[in-house]
Every structure is written in structure tokens, then in C-alpha cells.
């Protein structure tokens, strides 16, 4: 009256609430007596009366106590519903009346108030439909068609309720309506009452609608289709695909109970498909059960039996249940077929699953007629035992470029070692979508009282809800079509007659490989009658190769390196391959000349499978001749491997040397030694080859072995005087220790006056690893000794750590020469203290006097371009030089020079010199050095023999003879005329010539002089060598 529409609409709200609370407390046992008026029975159900603004019968019959539930929540309702529409928000009255009806069931069986069969479902169809009518009348088509979102629950809802009073009255049965459910009609149409006034001239009124739908078995079919695909449409269009399945769903139901399979399919197909998109486990096994019962209906026998695999292998059945649809399989696999030959092909993920795959041998390669053994283990899915007359896998061969001249070996390096394949579990029925939805968000949620903070209301609520709940009808179809290509091909393994238990079951194929290549597995088939169930692609790639190989010899040595002059053990691998050893066949090995086969009676060849079994043993017979050497095979078959172990023995003979010799005192950089240690440690190495005549081939096979030489061996002349000795240095450079016995050196040049003395006294003796032995020979001679000595030197060696040998070694040899060896000149030095002292004081001069005698006259030796003759002898130019390589001394003035001397035995030079000791202590005296003076007219290069004294930094030129005096500043070990050397760049110049260590005898070597500190020396510095 006052025009207050919100504040009345709210005292309505307040009182609703009240309401509502009042029966949820009485139902809980704490109720108003009150509240026992509106629990009387239900009589009348004409529904929600919203055309008039108040509904004046029903407050009346509140006031007077006579009012029941329906009728106190229709007057609330209507005086909410008439404010709402003042206000201009007809879509909250769509809402608000879809709770109210729900709530208004519930409080019902709350209140436990007696409800006529069909009476509520009356008295919400006509409320449903009165709203929509009501919200109809005041809005244009445009509004209602774009919030259909708020009044499409109430369309669903009149359905649903029309189809429970279908049901009911029996509208939807095969018969049509007994005459129970004639009686229950009328019942409930008079329970309408007579229709009201203001609906009496509409045509399509509420009241209208339902009588002319529960008056014929048409007339409820029209009424429900119509409201049926409305709603369907209206959820469609907002996107609320999974509401609009639902009643899909329902009008399936309702199709399948009018005998029209085949309009019920569509639906329930489009049901299934929604849920396997979202993964509903349960409205899923569900809708299967009526998609299979339309489908033998509609004797769809292909689609049929997928659908009957499916639900035996789905656990959300009863085990009853499951053992019905597998029979239904068996049963229809043991009839007769009408067409011979006719295969039903079914995918295989609902019957069985295949879980791994182990090939034998494991690393999935075999020979040409080898056997290969494939067992699979397939997990059964159905709840009996079935028998399945044949399992298939279908192989895909393939032969790739130069695919069969690969080996077992390149085959093996490039396979899996344990030879098992596991598969991925089958995920149907959900997608992989479903499993890879995010995880749920959950967060809790608190309301507080603005006033006191006090905590009104707590929950929980998902913050990702629009990623879980989003449509996926666009994904595709995610049932496994039926129509699965079963592939043909003349490779498969079978095996026959195998009863699958629920659960694992072992399957092993065996086949025997035929053509060389690659088989890959592509198909897996379970043959049960005429119903095949089709795997149609196996992944992971699964393959299997099978090779042919060439008959192989290869051999090795059992040890890291051959050592030369003891037996060394050889290994040889046959690899027979696609070649069958017969009787008689054999290797034909040439001998090489410096090295032997040894031929033991007790050697055996031992013949292994191509999995490394050992299948025979049988003694190897060898027979040997000048040149060739038959080594007689055991028979084997193919692919097979025949191993066997030979004796071989090179012969030890070292390197033959040149004149060059690691003689003591020879004027070599001392870098050039370094490079000789390091490089001569190690050993020398010998390759013999070996031609080997196989029966396989026409050609021969050249193989290499390599041997190394375990001794070092280098020889040295050693001087005393004119008395000569030469040194042999062996090295053990293996890792072996060996005894040493017979050491001889005799001089090959058969020398009638030359004797070589030994002075080891002991016949045997050992050489452990890395370590030296040294054998010494004194030269003795009665006439002219040789320009040079060609020696031979010998030592039997063997094993120390083994027994006996069966055969007697060879000695070890080793070949030198050594030239120039006899002693020409005998160098003496001497220090002498200044005069009238006792002693050499440091910093103080003391006189060097060096004496160079000829100890022979002239030999072959001395006739070179060096040698001048006059009237009375011979003479030869030698350039001195000394030098302190440990720079104890420092040489003052000039420190070299050259000198005539005489081709005479006993001819004597004196050299003085000064020099000054740098420390204190026993100091060796400085080193003297001769070398032969060249003229400048030699046959040899002037300017690379320049080069050559520029090089060697141990020697000196005097460019003016001896006749022109130094410069008086000190000179030490470092002073070389380089400078002297670049006035006469692109001169003649006169070259030096080395000699010999053998010809030039130091007789003061080792001499030490004794040098006291001098007494006003603050810092004491002393040298001790």
C-alpha cells in the first residue's frame, strides 16, 4: 500500500527464513507445536498460484489454522514473486521458485507429511509452468531468449516430473495404462480441482497442459517430447552439455520403453561421449548397460559385443553382472557362423592388456635358422578363463642398405642388454585429457561478523572450478571404434589353443629365423571363434633382428704386448657364421722366418653356440713343415665359434747399431741424452706377418703380430790409459723377471791379434723389471790395434718365474761397431798455488798447467786433411779449450787456442793459463778439451760448419791464432765468440772436428784441488762436490 516494495520484499525474505528454520528444527527433534497444523495431509495440488497480486482463499485459510505446507509456501511465494515483478526483476523469481520447489519435497519428507503418489510431482509441474508463464507475461522474446540460463532449471525440472507421472500412470509402458493406473489418473486430476478463473480462457494454461498429458498415451508422448527437446535446446545453447546429456539420457530411457531402439542410440551414444570426455566412471558403466541393451535391439552384433567386452572387463559392476556380458561374447563366438571365414575384429584394450615382452636370446638377435623365443605377458580382463584358439603378432620385415653384413657383435652393442619391453597400462575408459587436469584448489573461506568479528560462516571453495568443470566437447571421440583393420602378412607368430586366466597370463612364441633382416612387431590378435580381438599398433617399437654373417678368423695375443724370444700365447676365434666346418677342413698359416709355431700335444679347440654355451671339445692337431704350418679345425656348425690357443716365439735379436755408441766423454749436448732416456725407455717393437689360408675363401687372410723386444741394450768404450774396455748396458724393460746366462762378445771382423778379455765372473745372473745388468770386456791387442771393432754380443735369457721350457731359447743378440778406440793424446791438468802460499785462497790467481802428450806415432787414423808433413815428422792442428761447466773457476785471459802438434809418440805440449777459484772447499779442476783444426780448403761447407761451432755452445774459435794474445777481463764457462764468428759471415772459415772419447785419455779426471777461503771474507761461501 505504501509503494515500499524492497522493504516488504525483505520483512517477506525474513519470514520465509523463520519458516524454513522452524522445520529444519523440527525435524531434528526440537519443534514448535504450531508447526503440527501445516503436517495434515495433502489434498489438493493445483500448484502456485501467481496471477493475482494477493491470493486471498489461501491467507484466509492461514488465519483459520486450516492452511497446509504447499499452501503457506504459495501464498509466501506469491506475495515474493508479485514484489519482484514491482521491482523489475523477473529472473530472480525463476531462481527463487526452482529452490522453493526443491525445498517445499524436502520439507515434506521432513515433516513427514502424507503425500498422495504423484501429487507433488503434479504440484511442481504446475508450479514450474506457472512461473514460466508469469515471467513470460511480462517480458518481451528477446529478454527471455537471452537469459534463458535462469529459467532453463525450471524447463528441466517440468520434465523431469512429467516423465516421473508418465511412469506412474503408466503412459510410458509397452500396453499402455491398466486400469490401476486409470484410477491413479483420476485420482490425481481431481486432486487439481477445478481450474482457476484467470487461467480458464487461456489455451495453453498449466492446468491445461497436464490434464490433456495424463488423458492418452499420445497426448503424454507429444507433451514430454516437446518439453524434452526444449530443454535439450535451451541447454545446448548456454553451454550446459553435460545437463543437456542428461536428459538425452532420460529421453533414451523413454525411447527404449516405446520399443525404438534405434532413436534411443543417438542419445545415449552422445551421453557415453560426454561423459568419457569428463570421466565419470559410473554414469559411464551405467549408460554402456542401456547402450548395449539398444544395441541387440537394434542386432547391432559388431557394436554389441564391443560394448559387452567393455562392461565384462569394468569393475563398477557386480561380478554377476560381468560374467552375463562375457557370455554373452562366448556365446555368440560358439555359434555357426552363416558366412565360413567372416571375422568380427574388436580392439583388444577391454579384453586384455599387454603388459611387457621378453625376447630369448635377450638382445633380440639371432643367426639365419637360429630360434627365437618371444613371450609376452597379457593381463586377462575378463572374469573366467576364456579359450582362445590362436594369439597372432603380426611382423612387419624390412631389409635396410648393407642391413645383412651387420654382425652379431654391432647387432648386440646396439640392443637392450635384459631384452624385456614393458607397456604402458591402457588408461580407458578415461581420456588422458581427465588425467591431466590440475589439481583441485582448495582454500578455506571464513565470514565475520562486521560488529564483534564473531565468526558467522566458514567453507571451503575451489579457485580453479572454471579448469575443471570447462566443456571438452570438442575433443574427439574417445570411444574405441569398432571398425579396427586386422593387417595380413606373411610374417606372424602363432600360438595355438591358450586358456587365459583371469589376470597375468604367461604366452611364449617360438619361431626360426628364415631371412636375414629387421622384424618389427606391428599387430597383436586373440582369435576367439570367429570375434578376433585386435591390438593394431604395439608401442613401444618392438623388433627383432636376424643377421647372416661371413665366417670370420681374428686373432689376438692373451697379453697386453708379444714379448720376442719366449712363447707367447695366441688366441683364435673362428666365427663359423653361415659356413659349416667339416671334416678336414683347416687353416694354412705360412711360417714366417723370424718367427715359430710352436706345436704342443696337449692344445684343444673348444667350440661354443652363438650364446656362448660350450657344445664340444676336441683336441688340436697341428702339423708343421718348412713353410707352411695346417692347423686342422673341429667339426661345427654354424654360427658357431671355435676358439683355440697357439704357441708363437720371435726370435730376440736387437736393432744392428752403427758406429754411433753411447760412448763416456763424447762431445753430445747434454739435452740430446735427456731425449735418448726418455725415448729409450720404450721397448723395440718387430711386426711379423702372417698368411693364413682359410676353407671358407679362395683368398688368404694377412695378419700382423706385433712383437716387443724386452731388453734395451747400448754399449760403451771405457778407457784407462791405453788400456780399452767396452761396457754392454742390458735393460729390462718388461714387466717380467728374466735369468741371464752365457754372456759371450766376439769380434765378427776375426782380428788374429785382438783379445776380448771378460771380467764378470759370474754364469747366471738376474734381471728383475726396470732394472740394469752390465757385462765388461778388456781389449788387448799385440800388434796395431783396428781402425774399428765390429762385435757381436750374446746372453741366454728365460723366464725366471717358470719352470722348464719344452724348448730351448735362443739367445738374445746384440750387433755394434766401435771406431777410433785407440788412445792418441793423454790430457793432464794441474793447479798451482800463488807464489808463497801453500794453498789456492779464494779470489786469488793460481797458475792451470796443462800437459798434452802423443802417445803413439802416426796411424790410418791421423791421415787427414788436419795432418801436415814437414822435413823432420808429421804434425796435425788441435784447438784447446778449457771450461768449468759447475763455474767454480773463473779462466782468465784466454781460455783456448790452437796448437801445432807433433805425429809423435811422447811428444809433449805445455799450455799456461791463470785462473781464479770462486768458492772454497775441494774443487775439481776444469775440463780440458781437444779438438781436431780443420783448415778452411776442407772438401766439407765453411758456412755450415760455422753454423755448426755457433750451435754447440761447449765450443770456442781463437780467430787470430795463438799468437795474438785475449783481453785480459775474465772468461767462464759462457764465453763463446759468437761475435768473432759474425765478422766472418759468408768467409772460409776453419771447422772443428770432435775427437773421439776413445782417443783422448784424461789422466787428471776426478782430481780435486783444495781452495781455503780467503781471511777478509765476510760471507763464507763453500763448495762440496
Not at 748396458?729 to 717380467?736: G, H, I, K, R, T
Not at 757381436?792 to 725366471?800: E, L
Not at 765478422?983 to 783422448?1000: I, Y
Request: net charge negative; glycine share 4%.
Amino acid at each position: 500500500m505504501l509503494q515500499q516494495f524492497e522493504d516488504a520484499l525483505v520483512q517477506y525474505d525474513e519470514l520465509d527464513a523463520l519458516f524454513s528454520q522452524y522445520v529444519v528444527n523440527f525435524g531434528a527433534g526440537d519443534g514448535a507445536n504450531w508447526l503440527t497444523f501445516f503436517c495434515q495431509p495433502v489434498k489438493s495440488w493445483n500448484g502456485l498460484i501467481l496471477r493475482k497480486p494477493i491470493d486471498m482463499e489461501k491467507r484466509e485459510s492461514i488465519q483459520r489454522r486450516e492452511a497446509t505446507l504447499l499452501d503457506l509456501r504459495s501464498y509466501l511465494f506469491s506475495r515474493q514473486c508479485t514484489l519482484l515483478l514491482f521491482l523489475q526483476r523477473p529472473w530472480e523469481v525463476a531462481q527463487r521458485a526452482l529452490e522453493l520447489l526443491h525445498n517445499c519435497v524436502q520439507e515434506l519428507k521432513l515433516l513427514e507429511v502424507s503425500v498422495p503418489p504423484g501429487a507433488l510431482d503434479c504440484w511442481v509441474f504446475l508450479s514450474c509452468l506457472e512461473v514460466l508463464q508469469r515471467i513470460e507475461g511480462c517480458c518481451d522474446r528477446a529478454q527471455i531468449d537471452s537469459n534463458i540460463a535462469h529459467t532453463v532449471g525450471l524447463w528441466s525440472y517440468a520434465t523431469e516430473k512429467l516423465k516421473s507421472l508418465g511412469y506412474l500412470c503408466g503412459l510410458v509402458s509397452e500396453k499402455g495404462p491398466n486400469s490401476e493406473d486409470l484410477n491413479r489418473t483420476v485420482d490425481l486430476l481431481a486432486g487439481l480441482g477445478a481450474e482457476r478463473p484467470e487461467t480458464a480462457n487461456t489455451a495453453q494454461s498449466p492446468y491445461k497442459k497436464l490434464k490433456e498429458a495424463l488423458s492418452s498415451v499420445e497426448a503424454f508422448e507429444k507433451h514430454y517430447l516437446d518439453l524434452s527437446h526444449a530443454t535439450i535446446e535451451m541447454y545446448t545453447s548456454i553451454g550446459r552439455i553435460r545437463s543437456a546429456k542428461f536428459v538425452g539420457k532420460d529421453l533414451a530411457e523413454f525411447y527404449m520403453r516405446k520399443k525404438a531402439p534405434q532413436k534411443a542410440e543417438i542419445y545415449l551414444q552422445g551421453a557415453l561421449k560426454n561423459y568419457l570426455a569428463e570421466g565419470w566412471a559410473l554414469p559411464i558403466t551405467h549408460t554402456r548397460k542401456q547402450l548395449a541393451e539398444c544395441q541387440k535391439h537394434l542386432g547391432q552384433i559388431e557394436n554389441y559385443l564391443q560394448t559387452s567386452s567393455l562392461l565384462a572387463s569394468d569393475h563398477h559392476l557386480t561380478e554377476e553382472e560381468r560374467k552375463h556380458f562375457c557370455q554373452e561374447i562366448l556365446d555368440f563366438a560358439s555359434q555357426p557362423s552363416d558366412s565360413p571365414g567372416h571375422k568380427i575384429v574388436l580392439p583388444m584394450h577391454s579384453f586384455a592388456q599387454l603388459r611387457d615382452l621378453h625376447f630369448d636370446p635377450s638382445n633380440a638377435v639371432v643367426h639365419v635358422g637360429g630360434v627365437l623365443c618371444v613371450e609376452i605377458t597379457m593381463y586377462s580382463q575378463m572374469p573366467v578363463p576364456v579359450h582362445v584358439e590362436q594369439i597372432v603378432v603380426n611382423v612387419h620385415f624390412s631389409i635396410e642398405k648393407n642391413s645383412y653384413r651387420k654382425t652379431a657383435e654391432w647387432l648386440t652393442k646396439h640392443k637392450t642388454s635384459n631384452g624385456i619391453i614393458n607397456f604402458p597400462p591402457e588408461t580407458a575408459p578415461f581420456p588422458v585429457s581427465q588425467n591431466s587436469l590440475p589439481a583441485l584448489e582448495l582454500y578455506e573461506m571464513f565470514e565475520r561478523s562486521p560488529s564483534d568479528n564473531s565468526l558467522n560462516t566458514t567453507g571451503i571453495i575451489c579457485r580453479n572450478v572454471h579448469m575443471l568443470l570447462r566443456r571438452q566437447e570438442s575433443s574427439s571421440s574417445l570411444e574405441m571404434p569398432s571398425g579396427v583393420a586386422l593387417e595380413e602378412g606373411a610374417h606372424v607368430l602363432r600360438c595355438s589353443h591358450v586358456t587365459l586366466e583371469p589376470g597375468a597370463n604367461q604366452i611364449t612364441f617360438r619361431t626360426q629365423a628364415k631371412e636375414p633382416g629387421t622384424y618389427t612387431l606391428r599387430q597383436l590378435c586373440a582369435s576367439v571363434g570367429s570375434v578376433w580381438f585386435v591390438l593394431p599398433h604395439i608401442y613401444p617399437i618392438v623388433q627383432y633382428d636376424v643377421y647372416s654373417q661371413e665366417p670370420q678368423l681374428h686373432v689376438e695375443p692373451l697379453a697386453d704386448s708379444l714379448l720376442a724370444g719366449i712363447p707367447q700365447k695366441v688366441k683364435f676365434t673362428v666365427t663359423t657364421g653361415h659356413y659349416t666346418i667339416k671334416n678336414g677342413d683347416s687353416l694354412q698359416l705360412s711360417n714366417a722366418e723370424a718367427m715359430l709355431i710352436l706345436c704342443q700335444a696337449e692344445s684343444r679347440a673348444v667350440v661354443y653356440s652363438n650364446t656362448r654355451e660350450q657344445s664340444s671339445e676336441a683336441a688340436l692337431r697341428i702339423q708343421s713343415s718348412d713353410k707352411v704350418t695346417s692347423i686342422s679345425l673341429p667339426v661345427a656348425p654354424a654360427y658357431h665359434v671355435i676358439e683355440f690357443e697357439l704357441e708363437v716365439l720371435s726370435l730376440p735379436s736387437a736393432p744392428a747399431l752403427g758406429g754411433e755408441s753411447d760412448m763416456l766423454g763424447m762431445a753430445e749436448p747434454h739435452r740430446k741424452h735427456k731425449d735418448k732416456q726418455r725415448t729409450g725407455r720404450c721397448m723395440v717393437t718387430t711386426d711379423h706377418k702372417v698368411s693364413i689360408d682359410c676353407p671358407w675363401s679362395i683368398y688368404s687372410t694377412v695378419i700382423a703380430l706385433t712383437f716387443s723386444v724386452p731388453f734395451r741394450t747400448t754399449h760403451t768404450l771405457l778407457s784407462s790409459g791405453t788400456r780399452k774396455y767396452v761396457q754392454v748396458c742390458v735393460q729390462n724393460l718388461s714387466e717380467l723377471d728374466f735369468q741371464l746366462s752365457d754372456s759371450y762378445l766376439v769380434d765378427t771382423g776375426d782380428s788374429t791379434d785382438l783379445q776380448l778379455v771378460p771380467l764378470n765372473t759370474q754364469s747366471q745372473q738376474p734381471i728383475y723389471s726396470k732394472q740394469s745388468v752390465f757385462f765388461v770386456w778388456e781389449l788387448k791387442w799385440t800388434e796395431e790395434p783396428p781402425p774399428s771393432l765390429h762385435c757381436r754380443f750374446s746372453v741366454g735369457f728365460s723366464p725366471a718365474s717358470e719352470e722348464q721350457l719344452s724348448i730351448s731359447l735362443k739367445p738374445y743378440t746384440y750387433e755394434f761397431k766401435v771406431e777410433n778406440f785407440f788412445t792418441l793424446y793423454n790430457v793432464k791438468a794441474e793447479i798451482f798455488p800463488p807464489s808463497g802460499m801453500e794453498y789456492c785462497r779464494t779470489g786469488s790467481l793460481c797458475s792451470l798447467e796443462v800437459l798434452i802428450t802423443r802417445l803413439s806415432d802416426l796411424l790410418e787414423v791421423d791421415k787427414d786433411e788436419a795432418l801436415t808433413e814437414s822435413d823432420e815428422h808429421f804434425s796435425t792442428k788441435l784447438m784447446y779449450e778449457v771450461v768449468d761447466n759447475s763455474s767454480n773457476w773463473a779462466v782468465c785471459g784466454k781460455s783456448c787456442g790452437v796448437i801445432s802438434m807433433p805425429v809423435a809418440a811422447r811428444a809433449t805440449h805445455r799450455v799456461h793459463m791463470e785462473v781464479m777459484p770462486l768458492f772454497a772447499g775441494y774443487l775439481p779442476l776444469p775440463d780440458v778439451r781437444l779438438f781436431k783444426y780443420l783448415p778452411h780448403h776442407s772438401a766439407h761447407s765453411s758456412q755450415l760448419d760455422a753454423d755448426s761451432w755457433i750451435e754447440n755452445d761447449s765450443l770456442s774459435v781463437d780467430k787470430h791464432g795463438d799468437d795474438q794474445p785475449d783481453s785480459s777481463s775474465l772468461k767462464s764457462r759462457g764465453s763463446v765468440h759468437s761475435a768473432c764468428s759474425s765478422e766472418h759471415k759468408g768467409l772460409p772459415m776453419p771447422r772443428l772436428q770432435a775427437l773421439p772419447a776413445g782417443q783422448v785419455f784424461n789422466s787428471s779426471s776426478g782430481t780435486q784441488v783444495l781452495v781455503i777461503p780467503s781471511q777478509d771474507d765476510h760471507v763464507l761461501e763453500v763448495s762440496v762436490t
